[in-house]
């Protein structure tokens, strides 16, 4: 779901901003603020963080039960340490998950500058 405003929408809330008072250059200082914090926001939840974190937390744990696992749970499961390979197995989604979200981070949003910055006069209101 994308917490964005359709442009119907973000132009009726700039209207009643502007009826309330704000000016252009205020609205404009008022959505710049909030597309920076959603931004930061996606960042810090971004799931490949929350997966890869825990699937290295258990591939950890699941990896020394199949080093300290005895003879007879190998036996159980037909001479394979099940708890080793799974363990390892789930390490390596974990760090791919990781290394992932480090080559490739979420792309930061460019504000969007108000006419007045561009132009060099200084902001009204505030």
């Given amino acids: 779901m994308s917490e964005q405003f359709e442009p119907s929408e973000r132009d009726e809330a700039a209207e009643r901003l502007r009826r309330a008072g704000w000016s252009e250059a205020d609205v404009q200082r008022e959505v710049t603020e909030l597309e ?5 926001a996606a960042r ?3 799931l490949r963080r929350i997966i890869g974190g825990l699937f290295v937390l258990y591939g950890v744990i699941v990896t ?3 080093l300290t696992d005895g ?11 099940i708890n080793l390979w799974t363990g390892l197995g789930m390490l ?7 290394a992932w979200l480090k080559l490739r981070p979420a792309a930061p949003v460019t504000p969007k500058l108000p006419p007045e910055a561009v132009e ?4 009204r209101g505030g």
């Fill in 36 to 40: 920076e914090k959603s931004a930061t």
């Fill in 71 to 81: 003879d007879a749970a190998i036996d159980k499961a037909q001479g394979i340490n």
């Fill in 120 to 123: 060099g006069e200084p902001p």
């Fill in 44 to 46: 810090i939840f971004d």
């Fill in 92 to 98: 390596a989604l974990g760090l791919f998950f990781l």
């Fill in 64 to 66: 020394i039960a199949g």
